[in-house]
């Protein structure tokens, strides 16, 4: 009959075989994913942590800070200043009447600092001249004495010219207004977790990537594999697809995770998210498959895919540090961290909105580093063992 | 039939600067029949296997498989034929259809022929049932007739099986057998390498391996011709078996010698004895017989002979009082749960002092936690143990402290030196000071570790490596030995000579308990259990187990007969 015929001829044209084993490659790989735990907990709960870290826990804004106030002498004029404290959306005051009060406190780390109005605050202030208060603060944490006393100094600097206005019928003659743009609440939330989205596509494109592929060797499924028809090219081709694909999914679960529980703005469009971040996931999957191409051993991978990515995604990309800031060598090493490209980027189609020339600049040199990962990873991953 | 599929040329490969895996290694494999890839761990199988398929390349000398060069056209060859590695090469986590179906496509086996491929191969491994598992679900037995399966998608014209029969229960490994023997009649060609000589026995051909060098080439039977009529049984032996043994293998002209069951087994370097007579070493009713050579005694006088009756280790060991006091080893009722796993349910069995009790079956039957739970390494869900009076439960540290304990693959510490190992392993028993600086000088001279001092554990070649682990298992002069699987893999010299202490020291009241899957090791025992799936189901001497299964049809069977037997009827006890 003829399809005993067609049968017979058994004449696999090439591109036929080839796509049938590519898709049998990615079909085999998706199932692992689904089944295995640990990708589920790299792609899916790893993220939700870290943004839960970067959402909640750290936080680069001033918010309310104790202290401890001491009013020597409770006059009116120091009265009124110590409510222009209280009202103070950075401070959480407690009033005393002699700084001995507070001083276990301070180093006890109950109050940041201790602002003191002395008795001769009145005096002072009526004569005109500039009033003196004492703002004593904890100096083994300058981040937060420095905070306190800049706080403190504007707390009182706001008071008196409000006092002068009060006096001469008439507003103060100058005062700064500072305004930010995109991120008028300078929220750090609202950079910190656009960053972290980088931070997980790197977890998933390299991480995960290195370690499905040790762990072949490790069972040594991949041996078996090698020792059928299938290429070397399929081999990784059949492994960029699916986890291309998850690390997608992953940050999509970052992003609406990101707008509707945090409230971070989304000001760019879809297109400009999606482009950049399928950008970024080709050197992140051209660096895992090159790292397992290096080491067939999944703890050996895990530390290299640490040292080589995370950190460097954490460290060296703008995320946490100033780029600028940086010693210039270490600025030229940051030039080949994907990470650096993506971030500024996704930071903008969040709180700015489209940037296209800076997008396409950054899209560009994400694919070249890609590329040439891509081509090292396959020159290195032959069908050999040992 | 008879074209040669696999043609060897001088074949050589090194890895860094140790002696070469493979030297020189020439030979062929033929189509239609099962040839044996044989030798000990270590010998080079492996390695020859990947060679073959073109997965690595020999540094010097040339292989042809199918008429292709491995160097050129691996591709080619990697079409052609079928190769299972010793892990079977299946993802746990995909079913059995998914693991069909994922090396269907690879293979490229035509969507059009599947359903009728799938059926045969399904019913052939009789996995029809079980389709829907996780392979990682599955049992030794099934995962390696699936390994095969996947193997056999595309007819291939040559099948290489890396240790088909590792770790997988005897009843499975006759099924897998019978298989392959099946597809040999269609003209396929089939390496299958083996540790086990039982198995190299029924190959058509073998290739014997040792060392990376090629031994010899040919039909087992014309290997073991070179012993033929010098193989004999000395039975009717009177007294112990062990001091006679160590008598024998000192008199002139014995080659080898080993215990089975109340007998002895010995190969001679001629027809018959010569200048001694067996009466005057086993007693009066001794009788000595020809017997029917097998492929391990051929291979040890190959291999120049076995090492002699004499153990420095236990000449050198104080003698105990064999008659005092009851058993060393107590097992009563045992049983260990894991969630709703049983793995190992009421073991009961005492050992008398200056016995050797083995523990027989398969990988995953419960050996393994029977063991952990009598060494105090696994809290028993319900039973006790005892070892030398002290319960396990209680006095776990008096009791480890008179056992000495050699672990399965031999735990030394890989980066530590054998000087190092062994003063290690003093301290964690307890010695100090004079003693422990004693011991250990007895132990360097007794196996002879002084030139080996300054070397990592895990650079030695496996029999060294065994020889290190049973030092420091018995520093401490422990009353009671532990061995998990002591001489899995290793060539059949260093398991004689492993023996031979271990005997020895039996002899000075040394109590051993021992678990192992090789049939042949439970020969050396005073009495075995066969654990199967967790229980216990036969007891008693290899003789004794052996002859419950005696029939017409197998008058004289062995302990691998025995084996399966006594399985059949626990099943079939089971359904009833």
């Known amino acids: ?386 | 039939m008879g074209e040669e599929f696999v043609r060897l040329s001088d074949v050589t490969k090194r890895f860094g600067s140790a002696a070469p895996a493979l030297d020189a290694v020439s030979g062929s494999i033929k189509g239609g029949e099962i040839t044996g890839l044989v030798g000990p761990d270590g010998a080079g199988k492996t390695t020859l296997i990947r060679l073959m398929t073109g997965l690595m390349l020999p540094d010097t000398g040339r292989i042809e498989v199918l008429g292709f060069d491995t160097r050129k056209d691996a591709a080619s060859i990697q079409a052609a034929i079928g190769y299972m590695p010793q892990r079977f090469g299946l993802y746990e986590d995909l079913s059995v259809q998914e693991n069909l179906d994922l090396y269907a496509d690879l293979r490229g086996l035509p969507l059009a022929e599947r359903p009728e491929v799938f059926d045969e191969l399904l019913t052939f491994t009789d996995l029809k049932r079980f389709t829907g598992r996780l392979a990682g679900k599955l049992s030794g037995g099934m995962k390696q007739k699936l390994g095969l399966a996947c193997a056999l998608l595309k007819k291939p014209r040559l099948l290489l099986l890396d240790e088909p029969g590792v770790g997988v229960d005897p009843i499975s490994r006759r099924d897998l057998w019978a298989m392959v023997e099946n597809l040999t009649k269609e003209g396929i060609g089939v390496l299958w390498s083996t540790a086990y000589l039982d198995e190299a026995e029924a190959c058509h051909r073998v290739l014997l391996l040792n060392e990376g060098k090629l031994l010899f080439t040919g039909t087992p039977s014309e290997l073991t011709s070179r012993v033929d009529g010098r193989v004999f049984r000395l039975g009717g032996i009177e007294g112990r078996r062990r001091p006679i043994l160590t008598k024998v293998l000192g008199e002139a002209g014995v080659v080898d010698g080993v215990i089975q069951g109340e007998a002895i087994r010995l190969v001679l370097d001629a027809p018959e004895p010569q200048g001694w007579k067996a009466k005057d070493i086993a007693g009066k009713g001794a009788v000595i017989n020809p017997t029917a050579p097998r492929f391990e005694d051929a291979f040890v006088d190959m291999l120049g002979g076995g090492p002699g009756g004499q153990s420095k280790l236990a000449d050198a060991a104080v003698p105990r009082d064999r008659t005092e006091g009851g058993a060393v080893i107590e097992a009563h009722g045992l049983t260990k749960r894991f969630g709703d796993f049983t793995a190992a349910s009421d073991i009961t069995f005492s050992i008398p002092r200056g016995q050797i009790f083995g523990l027989l079956g398969p990988n995953g039957a419960g050996k393994s936690t029977t063991f952990k739970m009598l060494c105090g390494l696994l809290k028993p869900t319900e039973g006790e143990g005892r070892v030398a009076g002290f319960d396990l439960r209680r006095d776990t540290a008096e009791a480890r402290n008179r056992l000495g304990y050699m672990a399965q693959k031999f735990s030394l510490y890989g980066d530590l030196n054998v000087a190092q190992n062994l003063a290690f392993f003093a301290g964690v028993y307890g010695l100090s000071g004079a003693g422990k600086r004693e011991r250990i000088a007895l132990m360097t001279e007794i196996f002879d570790f002084r030139s080996i001092l300054g070397m990592s554990a895990k650079d030695l070649p496996l029999g060294l490596k065994q020889r290190l682990a049973l030092a420091c298992a018995v520093l401490h002069e422990p009353e009671a030995l532990f061995l998990d699987e002591p001489t899995s893999g290793v060539d059949p010299i260093t398991r004689r000579e492993f023996w031979t202490h271990i005997n020895g020291l039996v002899e000075k009241g040394v109590t051993v308990l021992v678990t192992t899957h090789f049939m042949d090791e439970a020969e050396y025992c005073d009495r075995i259990s066969l654990i199967y799936r967790g229980r216990s189901i036969a007891l008693g001497s290899p003789d004794e187990l052996k002859a419950s299964v005696a029939s017409p049809e197998n008058p004289d069977p062995t302990m691998e007969d025995a084996f399966i037997e006594l399985v059949r009827n626990s099943d079939l006890a089971e359904a009833a």
């Open chain 1, 1 to 386: 009959m003829s399809t005993e015929a067609l049968v017979g001829t058994k004449e696999t044209a090439p591109p036929t075989g080839r796509a049938r084993r590519f898709t049998a490659l990615v079909r085999k790989e998706s199932l692992q994913v689904i089944r295995d735990p640990s990708s589920i907990l790299i792609a899916f709960v790893l993220p939700l942590i870290l943004l839960v870290i970067f959402g909640y826990g750290v936080s680069l804004d001033a918010t309310r800070t104790r202290i401890g106030l001491v009013i020597e002498n409770a006059t009116p004029i120091a009265q009124d200043l110590a409510a222009s404290f209280q009202a103070s959306r950075y401070f959480e005051v407690a009033t005393g009447r002699d700084r001995r009060e507070f001083e276990e406190g301070l180093i006890l780390g109950r109050v940041r600092g201790i602002v003191v109005i002395p008795t001769n605050f009145t005096d002072v202030g009526a004569a005109g001249s500039s009033p003196q208060i004492q703002v004593i603060v904890d100096g083994s944490d300058p981040n937060t004495a420095n905070f306190v006393q800049n706080y403190a100094q504007g707390v009182v600097g706001t008071w008196m010219a409000q006092r002068a206005a009060e006096i001469a019928m008439r507003p103060p003659p100058i005062s700064v207004e500072q305004r930010f743009w995109f991120n008028p609440e300078l929220a750090s939330r609202n950079f910190l977790v656009p960053g972290s989205i980088a931070i997980v596509m790197t977890l998933v494109g390299t991480l995960l990537t290195s370690l499905v592929v040790a762990r072949e060797w490790e069972r040594g499924t991949m041996e078996a594999m090698m020792a059928t028809p299938v290429t070397a090219t399929e081999l990784l081709a059949g492994k960029i697809l699916p986890y291309f694909i998850l690390g997608l999914a992953s940050m999509s679960l970052c992003v609406l995770i990101a707008v509707f529980i945090f409230g971070v703005p989304f000001r760019g469009s879809v297109l400009a998210l999606y482009a950049l971040s399928a950008s970024f996931l080709m050197p992140a999957l051209g660096q895992g498959l090159l790292i397992s191409a290096a080491t067939k051993n999944q703890f050996l991978a895990s530390q290299l895919a640490l040292l080589s990515a995370f950190l460097p995604a954490f460290l060296l990309s703008g995320f946490l540090f100033e780029i600028n800031s940086m010693p210039w060598i270490i600025r030229i090493v940051t030039t080949i961290v994907p990470a650096r490209y993506l971030i500024p980027s996704l930071q903008s189609v969040f709180v700015a909105g489209d940037i296209w020339p800076m997008f396409l600049r950054s899209i560009a040199v994400m694919l070249t580093i890609g590329v040439v990962l891509f081509i090292l990873a396959a020159r290195s991953t032959r069908k050999r063992i040992g």
